[in-house]
């Protein structure tokens, strides 16, 4: 069945076999594994997760793409489930409990790149259920999320990340290993769920607020971008404990200076 990719859908079919190979094979799949994928396509990397994992999820919002699938899948057994749900909408939590899903599971995607960012938040928020999340997204989105401080790239969504996951880039993808071929390269994303987040913090709302606010006008101090959310002598403080500059910038921070700031308010 030949179905064409819905731009309003940020649909890009993978193409290439040879990363589709090196998808499976970082997957390190278990026979025990349960995995839930994210837009499942044509079906050729759901039906080798089947192949290797105890059970496979296939959401796909697509309405042609499910209607296909559930009929690709029909006579494969009962390890294979075609969900035509928005993953946004999905409540993960509940959804595992009504599958008796007991163990946490392993998420893999190749999702749109316009909503990379909303869609490891919705994750995260099931991060108990969840061991490890596997993404193709855009290779500069990558890139903000394994970035380091004091590099360009990073920013509050890397601190956000950082927090909660161990996050790796495991190889980058040509964009003509699509169709149609995005606009940008891609790279396939790990984010193992941490066990404890990253660092000690008292309020993470706190925690996140100072954070947005520091980077919200990156080009400021860091004082100056906080000035409305940290006391000056607060910031005093700060810079004083950790021997630091006083027109230090937000992108040279730690995770560690971050959460100790929040300590003080």
């Known amino acids: 069945m030949r179905i064409q990719p819905k731009k309003s859908l940020g649909q890009n079919f993978l193409t290439d076999q040879n990363i589709r190979n090196k998808i499976i094979a970082s997957l390190e799949l278990k026979e025990n594994d349960v995995v839930l994928e994210i837009g499942s396509g044509k079906g050729e990397l759901t039906q080798a997760i089947a192949q290797r994992a105890s059970k496979v999820f296939g959401l796909e919002i697509d309405k042609r793409l499910y209607n296909f699938l559930t009929s690709a899948f029909a006579d494969t057994g009962r390890n294979t489930e075609i969900i035509n749900k928005d993953i946004l909408k999905l409540d993960i939590a509940k959804f595992l409990k009504e599958n008796k899903i007991k163990g946490r599971i392993k998420v893999f995607g190749n999702i749109p790149y316009y909503i990379s960012s909303p869609i490891i938040e919705h994750l995260l928020k099931f991060r108990d259920r969840i061991e490890a999340i596997f993404i193709t997204v855009q290779k500069e989105f990558a890139a903000r999320v394994e970035a380091v401080p004091g590099s360009k790239a990073y920013g509050s969504f890397s601190c956000f990340t950082q927090y909660y996951t161990c996050p790796r880039i495991i190889f980058n993808i040509s964009r003509n290993c699509f169709k149609p071929a995005p606009k940008v390269d891609s790279s396939f994303l790990e984010l193992k769920i941490r066990k404890e987040?990253?660092?000690?913090?008292?309020?993470?709302?706190?925690?996140f607020k100072i954070i947005r606010g520091a980077f919200n006008?990156?080009?400021?101090?860091?004082?100056?971008?906080?000035?409305?959310?940290?006391?000056?002598?607060?910031?005093?403080?700060?810079?004083?404990?950790?021997g630091l500059d006083k027109n230090i910038r937000p992108e040279d921070l730690t995770l560690e200076n971050f959460a100790f700031l929040s300590s003080y308010k």
């Open 217 to 242: 006008q990156r080009r400021k101090t860091l004082r100056n971008s906080l000035e409305e959310i940290v006391s000056p002598d607060t910031l005093n403080e700060f810079f004083a404990r950790f």
């Open 197 to 207: 987040p990253a660092v000690c913090v008292k309020d993470e709302e706190l925690f």
